[in-house]
């Protein structure tokens, strides 16, 4: 199983990114995804969920702000962020579960800086 996570970058406040993160070795489409987020000295925390059904949930920080979506035909999920802030830095990592089976991907970084 392997989960590339990817469309990290350095953007200034008030930017966007697209991060998106491809799953193999896996039926996508039965597998809950989510993306977590772990900034330096801090815990990783959920940032977005999306069930296989298509329901999504998000951390308060980010509501109105990122948005999950997933197109299964790609084995992809994706996280569109706008007004990103200095508190978004973080590294970001792709999570996939279904039962008891729980998949990590590695992260991409985000630096929201000027």
């Known amino acids: 199983v392997q989960l590339q996570a990817s469309g990290g970058g350095l953007v200034q406040p008030g930017g966007s990114l697209r991060l998106s993160c491809v799953a193999s070795g896996i039926i996508f489409g039965i597998h809950n995804m989510a993306w977590y987020r772990q900034a330096p000295g801090k815990q990783r925390e959920l940032v977005a969920s999306?069930?296989?059904?298509?329901?999504?949930d998000y951390v308060d920080s980010v509501k109105g702000r990122f948005t999950i979506s997933r197109d299964n035909a790609k084995n992809t999920v994706y996280l569109q962020t706008n007004s990103l802030k200095p508190e978004d830095t973080a590294v970001y990592y792709c999570?996939?579960?279904?039962?008891?089976?729980?998949?990590w991907g590695e992260g991409t970084l985000v630096t929201v800086s000027s």
């Open positions: 999570n996939a579960w279904y039962l008891r089976n729980v998949y």
């Open positions: 999306m069930t296989s059904g298509g329901s999504t």
